[in-house]
């Protein structure tokens, strides 16, 4: 199985802080790559596929780059909603994989 | 609005059975491949199983391989999860999750949109 690890795994920011996420995985996995947002007590919702494709309603201040093995979610200017769980998740093989997941919480 | 309800969660003893639905409405659920996704208290996103829209092809996380089924039922837009030989470790909310592709795709895409709010499943003597 093909092993995703993010970094790091918790942090604090404030809100107006520019945030990156990192995300690796243990082989190359072209652009399959999947990032989720997770609140407390909620469903993930999908943010980005193909590593850089934003979902039909995220704010443009989420943004995606990489390609292979290395991977970031790039959080422009924090707002005071996106305090939350972040998972990158690839699909490239099965079985499918999940990194451990990012907590930013509020500095 | 797409709607996933999943329903059949509870206690179970080590060793028994359950059997998780996911209700679907507002999509076209024949068209769409759909998978489980499962999360322990406090931890991270599993992926559990995978089932083609039209049931034909089925994948599943070494974890539940031989334990667990995967299947659909696209008259009545219901995703089943049959689990057997329950452990400890399948203590969880278990979220049904549509794939993102559909049949003009065939092959699932991979990823999750929308996810069910779940239902958590306890194991437990």
């Known amino acids: 199985a093909i092993r995703m690890t993010q970094s790091p795994s918790s942090f604090s920011a404030s809100t107006g802080d520019r945030v990156t996420i990192t995300c690796r995985a243990s082989?190359?996995?072209?652009?399959?790559l999947a990032w989720y947002q997770q609140k407390p007590g909620k469903a993930p919702e999908l943010l980005l596929y193909a590593a850089s494709t934003l979902q039909t309603g995220v704010p443009s201040r989420f943004s995606g780059s990489g390609s292979g093995t290395d991977f970031t979610l790039t959080i422009s200017c924090l707002q005071s909603d996106d305090f939350a769980t972040y998972y990158c998740q690839q699909y490239y093989s099965y079985p499918l994989t999940f990194g451990q997941g990012t907590k930013v919480e509020i500095k | 609005q797409v709607q996933l309800v999943e329903s059949g969660g509870g206690v179970v003893q080590p060793g028994r059975s359950l059997r998780l639905s996911c209700a679907a409405s507002e999509f076209t659920f024949s068209s769409y491949s759909m998978h489980w996704v499962r999360q322990a208290p406090g931890k991270g996103l599993e992926w559990v199983a995978i089932i083609w829209f039209d049931g034909t092809n089925k994948f599943y996380a070494d974890s539940v391989k031989g334990r667990f089924t995967i299947s659909r039922d696209n008259s009545k837009n219901t995703l089943y999860l049959q689990m057997n030989s329950l452990r400890a470790e399948d203590t969880a909310v278990y979220h049904c999750?549509?794939?993102?592709?559909?049949?003009?795709?065939?092959?699932?895409?991979?990823?999750?949109?929308?996810w069910g709010q779940g239902t958590l499943v306890t194991v437990s003597s």
């Open positions: 082989q190359g996995i072209s652009n399959s």
């Open positions: 999750a549509r794939d993102f592709g559909n049949i003009y795709d065939y092959n699932p895409r991979g990823w999750f949109d929308p």
